[in-house]
């Protein structure tokens, strides 16, 4: 059973529009959570993260809401650029020991000039 | 910092063959992790190392192994290849639940 899931696999905005990248969790012990950005044939890079003790989190374009009652967080890209195409992944953690992520299956976004 | 590397890039295998996936990080990180991605199924986690001297079993573990050689070095090993392990391999390294990746290995296996 998926516990994170991203139940678009792609998404198309326009440039200068807003992407928004959805994200549901079924693990209540799940604490913290991230974003991470995925071109083809590179590594996935950090992006964004938020506490559980939090419901909003800022870093420039891209900001992470968290809906801890639904279960649901989301990614906002205002505005969005060309170069943000890529896969976003979404990725939860119990914060137990090991800090294991679990993710979720990606959203491809593309950003049409 | 060269952050987490991965060799090879790339590697053809046949049926039955083995190889080792080797990877290194230079951030200090106590933990690393093996990942593969395979189309429409995201990133799954194979084996990781909390700490030097520790493995453990992710959600998809059957037909690897794992060595954490010392604290920069984590390898991953297939004895005995199939086609159902084609697939991206990743390697992460992390402190806490941030996990750094590397740029991945693309494995097939005819």
């Known amino acids: 059973d998926q516990q994170v899931k991203q139940n678009s696999p792609s998404l198309s905005v326009q440039e200068g529009r807003i992407s928004i990248l959805n994200c549901d969790y079924t693990?209540?012990?799940?604490?913290?959570f991230l974003w991470y950005k995925k071109y083809p044939a590179e590594g996935p890079t950090f992006l964004i993260s938020?506490?559980?003790?939090?419901d909003k989190n800022e870093d420039g374009r891209f900001t992470v809401f968290l809906n801890k009652s639904a279960k649901h967080l989301s990614l906002h890209i205002v505005p969005s650029q060309p170069g943000d195409s890529a896969v976003y992944f979404c990725?939860?953690?119990?914060?137990?020991?090991?800090?294991?992520?679990?993710f979720g299956k990606g959203t491809k976004l593309s950003v049409i000039p | 910092n060269a952050g987490v590397t991965q060799t090879p890039k790339f590697q053809v295998l046949k049926t039955g063959q083995s190889m080792t996936l080797q990877c290194a990080q230079d951030?200090?990180?106590?933990?690393m992790y093996w990942y593969r991605q395979d189309p429409g199924m995201g990133l799954r986690l194979i084996y990781y190392?909390?700490?030097?001297?520790?493995?453990d079993k992710g959600e998809v573990p059957n037909g690897y192994n794992v060595s954490r050689l010392n604290k920069r070095e984590f390898s991953l090993r297939l004895e005995s290849a199939a086609p159902s392990q084609t697939s991206v391999y990743f390697c992460?390294?992390?402190?806490?639940?941030?996990?750094?990746f590397g740029p991945g290995t693309r494995l097939t296996v005819l």
């Open positions: 992460a390294s992390s402190e806490w639940a941030e996990q750094f």
């Open positions: 990725a939860a953690s119990s914060g137990a020991g090991s800090y294991q992520l679990t």
């Open positions: 693990n209540s012990m799940f604490d913290y």
């Open positions: 951030m200090n990180h106590n933990s």
């Open positions: 190392s909390a700490s030097e001297g520790t493995t």
């Open positions: 938020i506490s559980s003790i939090k």
